[in-house]
């Protein structure tokens, strides 16, 4: 796919680091997004996935760099991208003594959406959550917080979409039914998403291209093929287990 002309989302040299004497969390990241595109971001712990995310949303201020989403900076202008982005994870902590159907309409009023009801029950559905819409989010089970939460993260039909870890507590038959749904956004509407995952099947299945992160440094990129090739690797467990033996030095 040729998405030169259509970036989502571009960053340029990012670094940030929680306070002077820690190390960079994120470490002079350059990336790129295009319109469309399924990409993934997979580290082991602590390589900085989250800070980097949380940059993107403009909730974090990068110490250096710029992060540009639909050709605006998010971190000085946010409130001009943040109706088209949403985001999921899971330490997202929703109001727990609300209805499922309470938060998604707290939410949906944030975004200011028209017909929220109808909107909601769509959700809902998709996300077979149906049954579930009056009962208190207190009440679910991680999964279905996990699935409230990806509802969430709908509410407004984001254009870029972030997810960290959105199937880290889904049964492996709901995780499929979600990566086929947002497979079929992608491929509807265009909606671009950028999400993290510890399991290496799934990328290797569901995204277009990947970046390796170790010790907030991008210590690789392509798409699963090209990289297991490069690497001469097995498969992307491999890579992946290479990267954190080696302290993120691939070709060492
Ligand atoms: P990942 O998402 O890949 O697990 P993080 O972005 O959470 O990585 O963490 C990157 C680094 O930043 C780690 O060394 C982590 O300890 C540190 N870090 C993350 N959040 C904070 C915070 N709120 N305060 C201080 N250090 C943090």
Redesign the pocket.
């Known amino acids: 796919m040729d998405n030169s002309s259509q970036e989502i989302l571009v960053a340029r040299e990012v670094s940030k680091r929680?306070d002077v004497e820690?190390?960079w969390?994120v470490d002079k990241v350059t990336l790129s997004l295009g319109k469309g595109e399924v990409v993934s971001i997979v580290?082991p712990?602590?390589?900085?996935?989250?800070?980097?995310i949380q940059m993107m949303l403009g909730l974090l201020v990068p110490d250096s760099g710029e992060i540009h989403i639909f050709g605006t900076n998010v971190a000085t202008h946010r409130r001009l991208v943040s109706h088209r982005i949403n985001y999921a994870s899971t330490d997202l902590s929703l109001p727990y003594s609300l209805t499922v159907r309470e938060n998604l309409m707290a939410y949906g009023l944030i975004y200011n959406l028209t017909h929220i009801r109808r909107r909601i029950d769509s959700l809902l559905e998709l996300m077979g959550l149906e049954k579930f819409a009056s009962i208190q989010v207190g009440r679910l089970s991680t999964g279905q917080v996990a699935r409230m939460g990806i509802a969430k993260a709908l509410i407004n039909d984001p254009d870029l979409l972030f997810l960290d870890e959105p199937t880290a507590t889904l049964d492996p038959e709901v995780s499929a039914q979600l990566r086929q749904t947002l497979k079929g956004m992608v491929q509807e509407r265009g909606m671009t998403l950028l999400y993290?995952s510890h399991n290496m099947r799934e990328v290797e299945r569901f995204s277009d291209r990947l970046y390796l992160?170790h010790r907030?440094r991008l210590v690789a990129e392509g798409t699963v093929p090209v990289l297991i090739k490069r690497f001469d690797t097995e498969d992307l467990e491999a890579l992946f287990l290479r990267m954190v033996g080696q302290e993120g030095n691939l070709d060492g």
């Open positions: 929680y820690s190390p969390a580290g712990n602590g390589a900085g996935k989250s800070t980097l993290t992160m907030g």
